[in-house]
């Protein structure tokens, strides 16, 4: 078996609509200083770099070749990975096989996006396959507008709920200092005033495109304890890809598709012994594109059963203060750099885990966290934290 | 000539104004799908044996059962 | 770890200027097919098939993004693992060695696809350069290794007839390899006076237009040991990282692949690459970079390796054969290349290389290189005791 693995360390940049004021390498570089600096690290105690955006939104083929200096890669081993929406829980992956597996002691994993540099809607637009659309990533507003309709008609959510999934990542983003939209939502009422995109989904619905980047320094067991007195345990990492859903990308109306989120969490569950998600794990950070997503998300991670995942957000179950919170930071509807978004929900759980979170700490004391990652044809990555393995 | 401070900063940028062109073969099964289209007026797909599903669009594999053509998918 | 990583199947499409018959994942499944039916395994992670997938291809040579969808349904990966690498395949080889050896996966299929025919090569390089000051000037990796072999001869004053030298020999070595694009018998004579691309680099200096794939399996030894009678076991493998502005460089000199080349080395207990070794596999998408990466990997001291070219060292029958597959010049796609590289390396180790073959080989490096003249490297040596 592999060695035990910790994150030791995590930085963000502040998350922004666009940045004019740094080229990318530069972004990166700042993720990469916050890293360090956190794990009171130098790039020379870093044995090796892992990164991965979405390669065509900036246009600039080998990103990680041009900022090869600025993300401590010079005379370093490493690579990039790339893995549609997925992938900063991707890179976060294989940089903990590369680590569990005794090749390196430490290790940097880096997820960023610059949306404001290239086209991306060329680049969204070049996701289904140039002969034949199949699946698409998050932005395609149609697909989750058509998941929203299949969940209220099963479910019996409300606008409403989605409205309050909105406000409670509002309240969220406004309490962490990275998050990108901060709009001091006030009310239900206000959500629902936002204009509609594709019905029902609303402007305020979705996730923006952020330019952001995110990193987290990773360390075998040893070092962790020399590195840190905090040191956030691996337990596990879970990936589930899918083919697509036949009728549609996100939401299944035949009923006779299985979702890779229920999946992965049967799999990993069962492989760490939780039996009761909500008592088990204290807390988690999802990946919502959109807000009806979460209430779905909080079904097929067996937060709560079938169908009642708007209940949570009724009863105020999953906010910061709440009994079992969820996506204290904001989440992906207030933070979307799509390539540095998994690792975010990462970066963010392992700050609860060490109560480093600050504003927006959760109430719930967290030992075991989990952080999930949603990319392409509804693929689904969960890394399961600890604070004691 | 002295700098004097500006209230906002402005940015410089670079615009960069490339097409880049791809040339897309269909393949073999999203080919045929085109060629019975284009010359027979009719779409045709093949099913996996296995689990017996039309596979939309025609593919050399069935993804879910993932089973392939030394299965012989047939068409229809 | 006590268990090591082996290599249990190998598979090549045979290398063309234009697959336009098949799209990309039908080329991927051409391999694929090929090492399911060589070792009967299927795709379920019940302990007993292959239980997670590394693809490797890359969003701006296939037009596309998120490229991993076009390989999806033939690697498996329906409520399965897959992981999509970016950098050369020999890399992606790498990564699933980790998967292995951390224990987390148990037996990976690794996949690499390539059209270059689908994409304008020079376009695409062209967005690995710097946007503000190096794209403007429409350069793309030949334009760099043309700068790159000029450093080279001005430096350590390797000649234009070396460097033809390694393309004769290539070339002449495809005629053995059935999966070889552009096998030819050719002169000194006749690759000095083929077309100039841009000085110093000619022609027949260069590798072709291709696509092709690549696939391997890839598990832990106790398993490989069943699966197959001649599992090739991975030694030792590293990659390097290099600075990326090109004047910040000095492009005679290989800094990531000497570091790369040196743990990869020392993981494998080689310490005498030229004596210890008994084929090696490079990746040269350019004549000058065989004896320029041979310089790298420690086969002779800098400046050297022309050298060792002239005195025919590196010939078949010498006294270590390099490349005799006939190498990148013979006709490999991008990203393809390296992973190529370790399929050979495997069927020399295996004796199945067929009239290439190395007679009694047991040691073999196989190294894959890229970006911008040579900025990443990963080398990984072989055996099969």
Known sequence: MGHRVAIVGVGQTHHRAKRPDVNMAEMVGEAVR????????RAKNVEAVFCGNMETFEGVYLPDHGMADEIG??????????????????VFAEAFNFVAAGLFRTALAIG????????????LATTVTPIWGRGASSGAIAEFAQQAQIYMRQSGAKEEHAAMVRLKADRGACRNPYAHLRLGLKSVDEVLKSGYLVWPIRLLDFCPQSCGATAAVIAVEEEAKKITRKPVWIADVVTVHQEPFRASSFGDPTGRETYSQDVAAERLYKRNGITDPRKDIDCAEVYEPSNWEEMMLYEHFHFCEKHKGWQLIEKGITEIEGEFPVNASGGVLATNPIGASPMNRIVETALQVRGDAGEHQVTRDVKTAVASALGSSNWTMLTLLKRSL | MTMTKEPSQEYIHVTIDKRRYYRWPTGKYIGKLYKEAKDKKKLVTNRCPKCKELLWPPQAVCGRCKVGKQAKIGWS | MAERVGIVAVAQTKYHPNRADVNEGELAWEVIKQVLQETGLTFCDDGNGIDSAVTCSEDFWDGRTATNNNVMSYVGAHLGVENKVTEDGINAIY????????????????VCHMKESQADKSLVENAAMDAIFMRLLGMNFLTAAALQAKRLMYKYGVTVEQCAKVAVKNRRNAKNNPFAQEPMDITVEDVLSSRLLASPIRLLDTKPISDGACAMIL???????KLTAKPVWILGAANCYETHYLGDRDLAECDALVLAAKRAYSMAGVTNPLKELDVAEICEEHSYQELLWMEGLGFCGRGEAGRLIDAGVTQMGGQLPVNPSGGMLAGNPNHVGGMARVAEAVLQLRGEAGDRQVAGA????AHGVTGICGQHQCVMILGNK
């Not at chain 1, 916050?34 to 690290?41: H, R, T």
């Open chain 1, 34 to 41: 916050a890293a360090l600096a956190d794990a009171q690290l």
């Open chain 3, 95 to 110: 990564c699933a060695m980790a998967q292995i050896l951390s224990g987390h996966h148990d037996t990976v299929l690794v």
């Open chain 1, 112 to 123: 960023f996006q610059k949306h404001d540099v290239g086209s991306a809607q060329a680049a």
């Open chain 3, 362 to 365: 047991k040691v073999a490096l």
């Open chain 1, 73 to 90: 890669a010079f005379m370093r081993p490493g690579m990039k990975l790339a893995s549609a929406g997925t992938t900063g829980s991707a």
């Open chain 3, 219 to 225: 598990t832990r030894e106790e398993k490989a040991r």
